[in-house]
């Protein structure tokens, strides 16, 4: 396996996003999350994220980086971590894109992290949808 | 809620309303959503050594602010330098440390100050909130500065209820 995918969010979140996604593309441990409290002490979240990230660097050859906010905490934090070029890291994420990236690096075949992120970027994006204007 | 004011080179006075909140997280969601379109601010000040020094850290910070909003860095011995550069008039101040907030409006006009979130990880704390803790010394700082006549108010987004903190 050559990704590994972290989801980091405000509160839960991600937790519950992760939870979902494994109902639909099945059992993963190449997807897992943080969450990002307000009571907590802002070097512990940053350990948290490096020992996670760390952990998943020695299993995988990269970790993709999923956040809920560009400019939230969770992002904030998030984006220091491309200081190494094994990590990407994608603002603003939603289910469709997961689901994507889940089903993405879990194929053996995965292209590059470059091409991952171009293609999941844009994936959801496509995926929001206007109710009237995709039906009428 | 404060003025400063400076005498500028053309001999006219250029005066500047200085809003101070210490949040250990400095730019983040509830300063760009909440506070700065409460207050109207044009310009946002972090003062922070380590964030001074670290330009990456300055970019990430920086992304989610809106463009016509100016950020500025400073180490938090050089605020005084960076503050009369600013070309904003509504000028919201960030303090990731309590520590730092007496040297920061030393020679400011400070009527308020605004604390955020705040967990430090070391000393003997105090837990004022849910969102604000400090340590029995920082405690004593802020008293200090409230017994100056400064208003100190806990209080993480603007429609929320503030919490003071006394000096006695």
Redesign the interface.
Same mark, same amino acid.
């Given at each position: 396996m050559k990704f590994g995918i972290i989801v980091a969010t405000h509160g839960d979140f991600g937790k519950e996003a992760v939870e979902t996604v494994k109902k639909i593309v099945g059992e993963h441990d190449y997807v897992s999350y943080i969450s990002v409290d307000y009571d907590k002490n802002l070097s512990i979240i940053q350990e948290e994220f490096e020992k996670l990230v760390n952990k998943f660097l020695k299993k995988y050859r990269h970790v993709l980086i999923l956040t809920d906010m560009f400019g939230g905490t969770p992002s904030n934090i998030s984006f220091g971590f491309v200081r190494t070029e094994k990590v990407e890291v994608i603002a603003g994420f939603n289910l469709p894109m997961l689901i994507k990236a889940a089903k993405l690096v879990g194929d053996n075949n995965a292209s590059s992290l470059n091409e991952i992120v171009t293609t999941l970027a844009a994936y959801g994006k496509d995926n929001i949808k206007i109710a009237s204007r995709a039906l009428l | 809620m404060r003025l400063w004011k400076k005498s500028s080179s053309s001999g006219g006075e250029v005066e500047k309303e200085i809003y101070v909140r210490v949040d250990?997280?400095l730019? $983040?969601?509830q300063v =760009?959503h909440g506070w700065v379109p409460h207050l109207n601010i044009d310009t946002i000040v972090v003062a922070d050594d380590r964030v001074a020094s670290d330009t990456?850290?300055q970019k990430? %910070?920086s %992304? &989610? =602010?809106p463009p016509e909003i100016e950020v500025c860095y400073s180490s938090v011995s050089e605020l005084l330098k960076i503050i009369p550069r600013c070309k904003g008039k509504r000028i919201l101040l960030l303090l990731s440390r309590v520590g730092d907030l007496s040297a920061a409006i030393r020679d400011m006009k400070v009527r308020k100050i605004n604390l955020g !979130?705040y $967990?430090? &990880?070391e000393g003997n704390i105090v837990k004022l909130s &849910?969102?604000f803790c400090c340590t029995d010394e920082e405690l004593k700082q802020l008293k200090e500065i409230a017994r100056e006549g400064i208003d100190i108010e806990i209080q !993480?987004l603007p429609d929320e209820k503030a919490e003071k903190i006394y000096y006695n």
């Open positions: - | 250990d997280r730019i $983040h969601g =760009v990456l850290q990430i %910070l %992304l &989610s =602010v !979130n $967990h430090p &990880s &849910s969102f !993480n």
